[in-house]
């Protein structure tokens, strides 16, 4: 067992690093370049780069202690046939998904914008889950992947806090997984939603989770990085 303890809050956290993964969320040029789906919503996508650097400072150290990495991405199949109709009417963006924009068509899997930024690229055998809802759970393989690899921690970064992330770390507990939350690695376009987010998982002794930041994540895998 490589048992550390992780500066959180509401308390520290002590996990077995070989039964802890680094989930990244839905990291995509979609999100956080302009010309995505972000964008097309109006939102100010340069608000979530502010993760990016936290998290490949994590990434790297997480690579270096031998951690299950997995990477997410938003999307959907070409002929938008897991995309509920629901979805693609909501609001009033100037592109819905599934148009073409200056990325390819936006938030379908194998488009442009559907990729993960490079920044972030995964390495060869890292995990990458393409999920058609806000969930990692949703209609994918992400839980048996997890069971697979006798994993009971999640670290979770990503964007945006409140939508992906959030749901991700909601469907996690109610499976029994402990989640850790890095604030710094996680993002929002609405910085008072990233906030409020954070608040209710920490809330009520961690209702949700535990949220620290990457260098305290980092700090307690030192011993175990090369």
Known sequence: MRVVTVTAEPQALSVDLDRTALVMIDMQRDFIEPGGFGASLGNDVSLLRAAIDPCRQLLAAARAAGL????????????LSDAPRAKLERGAPSLRIGDSGPMGRILIRGEPGHDLIPELRPRDGEPVVDKPGKGAFY?????????????????????TTEVCVHTTVREANDR?????????????YFPAFHHSALAMIKAQGGIFGWVTDAAGVINAMN???P
């Not at 997410?72 to 002929?79: A, I, L, N």
């Not at 029994?176 to 929002?188: E, I, K, T």
């Open 139 to 159: 209609a994918t393989d992400f839980g048996a992947l997890l069971s697979g690899r006798g994993i009971e921690n999640l670290i979770v970064c990503g964007v």
């Open 176 to 188: 029994g997984y402990r989640c850790l939350v890095p604030a710094d690695c996680c993002a929002s």
């Open 68 to 79: 299950l990495v997995v990477h997410t991405r938003e999307g959907h199949r070409p002929d």
């Open 223 to 225: 011993p175990f990085t």
